[in-house]
Each structure stands twice: as structure tokens, then as C-alpha cells.
């Protein structure tokens, strides 16, 4: 199980908590599996997290 971290938007004026992600969609890569969250300010975030 990954630790539940509290995701915030990637703009410098805006520090709204991320939920859900944008799109049921998620990268796996060898480094870990990256997923795409957008912000309703219209920022997008991408992060990554190793499983
Ligand atoms: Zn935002």
C-alpha cells in the first residue's frame, strides 16, 4: 500500500488539494506509475509513485 499523501496543485497561486485523478489514466514506466491530475484552476499535475 502507498501512504496516503495529501496532493496539492503544481501552481504557485493556488494551493488547492488534488483529488481524483483527471483521467482514469495511469503511465506505468520503470520508475514508477505516473498519473495526471488537474486542477480547477487549470493547472495540471503529474506524479509519480513507485508500487
Ligand atoms: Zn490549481
Known sequence: MLE???????APDCDRVLGEPAFRLALTTP????????????????????E
Not at 520508475?31 to 506524479?47: D, H, K, L, P, Q
Open 4 to 10: 496516503e499523501i495529501e496532493l496539492v496543485c503544481d
Open 31 to 50: 520508475v514508477g506509475t505516473r498519473r495526471v491530475y488537474e486542477c480547477t484552476c487549470g493547472a495540471v499535475t503529474i506524479t509519480v509513485s513507485r
